[in-house]
């Protein structure tokens, strides 16, 4: 139950323990191109460019800094925690002159806010996290993305911790690229950067004066290779990761067939039974109020006293693993609890289980079952 890597469906890790085929056998040239098409439905961006590269989801952050971004480019980073604090860096390395919005810890930045800056200055990208990871913070995409057409800024979505989970429709909220990685809500093995890119984010690339600064991340070099993939042709420049793109194939396969609004409303009511849950039992949560609490993780903060190695070790030994804290200010103040993909009634009912007897062996008072009770209210509506 940790933020990821999730835990994946039977059938996804039978495809990465398939065969691996050559990058130009016919089956793996289809399960690429059907990969790239589903792609497009669920980040629900028909005419935009996906992309499917070897790498975490930190190649993602890079591969949209490098491509987008030329030396003396102003870049306006949202910073909602550790995420958003490290797109800050990638875009320096690529020459961005960047200026960052930095919420309170658990808050978000508000859009006048936003506004007024865009007003100050002419910027070129702009980027969010949709939930960081660090905070278990959601941040509206919508605002910002009628920000960015207003502006003619290009939008850039951290969606490493939210593609396959939380609500998006890259192309009606005007997003230029969403990004992510394979291990979360995606729900396939760590080792895959996703990105789907937007015409106008295609344009600005093409009309660059310098040339991108990443040989590996160059749109130039893989371009060609995803039209061959979408078009069924043989192509090379990196070999790919054959059989995590073969585990992706099965994975963009499940997701759709769940549907999107019902994938998307199943996180909602599972954020808030863990919310609900969590709230039962007294405990404080990082994000300073539901509406920009995230749906894919929870962040409650330890009770004054409890020891967080202490409480971690004592829910692992019940087998549920967590994780402990990320943001560097509070690091050892709250723990992480995600809950993305295919996490159903039972994992939460024994994941709460687990978070009381880890709380009652530190000290705590617990009234058995409270964040059930909560969480069962919510999730038998
Ligand atoms: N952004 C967010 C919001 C994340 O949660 C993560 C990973 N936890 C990353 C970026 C970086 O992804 P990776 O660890 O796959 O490089």
């Known amino acids: ?38 792609m497009k439905s669920i980040w629900q961006c028909p005419s935009g460019q996906p992309f499917i590269l070897a790498g975490s989801g930190t190649l993602a952050m890079d591969t949209a800094a490098a491509n987008l ?5 102003k870049a306006l980073v949202i910073s909602t925690g550790y995420f958003g604090d490290r797109f800050a860096e990638i875009l320096k ?13 658990g808050g978000v930045i508000d859009p006048d806010a936003i ?10 990208v702009l980027t969010f996290t949709h939930v960081d990871t660090s905070t278990a913070v959601l941040v509206d995409p919508v605002p910002i993305g009628l920000l960015g057409k207003k502006y ?54 093409k009309s660059r004066t310098t040339l991108v600064g990443s040989y590996y991340s160059d749109w130039s070099n893989w371009l060609p290779i995803m039209n061959a993939y979408a078009n069924r042709k043989p192509s090379y420049f990196g070999t790919p990761a054959v059989n995590l793109v073969a585990a992706l194939e099965v994975s963009l396969q499940l997701i759709l067939r769940e549907g999107l609004d019902v994938r998307f409303e199943r996180h909602k009511r599972t954020g ?9 039992l007294g405990l404080d949560q990082v994000p300073v ?45 709250y723990f992480r609890i995600g809950h993305m993909g295919s996490v159903n009634k039972g994992d939460i009912i024994t994941t709460l289980s687990a978070i009381e007897s880890g709380l009652k062996h530190c000290g705590y008072p617990v009234v058995t079952g409270a964040s059930i009770n909560a969480a069962l209210n919510i999730l038998n509506i």
């Open 1 to 38: 139950m940790i933020p990821g890597p999730i835990e994946f469906e039977p059938s996804v890790l039978r495809a990465m323990g398939s065969a691996t085929t050559s990058h130009v056998a016919p089956n793996f040239i289809e399960s690429f191109g059907k990969s790239l098409e589903m």
């Open 69 to 73: 971004v030329e030396p003396g480019d």
């Open 93 to 105: 390395r690529y020459g961005a002159d960047v200026t960052m919005l930095k919420s309170a810890t």
């Open 115 to 124: 506004e007024s800056e865009l007003r100050r200055t002419k910027y070129k």
């Open 152 to 205: 003619g800024v290009l939008t850039i979505l951290d969606g490493v911790c939210s593609v396959a989970g939380e609500e998006i429709r890259q192309e009606e909220w005007g997003i230029d690229v969403v990004l992510t990685a394979s291990q979360k809500a995606v729900g396939v093995p760590p080792g895959l950067a996703l990105l789907v890119v937007s015409p106008e984010a295609i344009d600005k690339w």
């Open 272 to 280: 808030d039974a863990f919310r609900a849950g969590i709230a039962a």
């Open 289 to 333: 109020n539901n509406q920009v609490a995230a749906n894919t993780l929870s962040a409650p903060m330890y009770p004054d006293g409890i020891s967080g190695p202490e409480f971690l070790s004592s829910v692992s030994s019940q087998g549920v693993i967590l994780a402990g804290g990320l943001l560097p200010e509070i690091k050892d103040k």
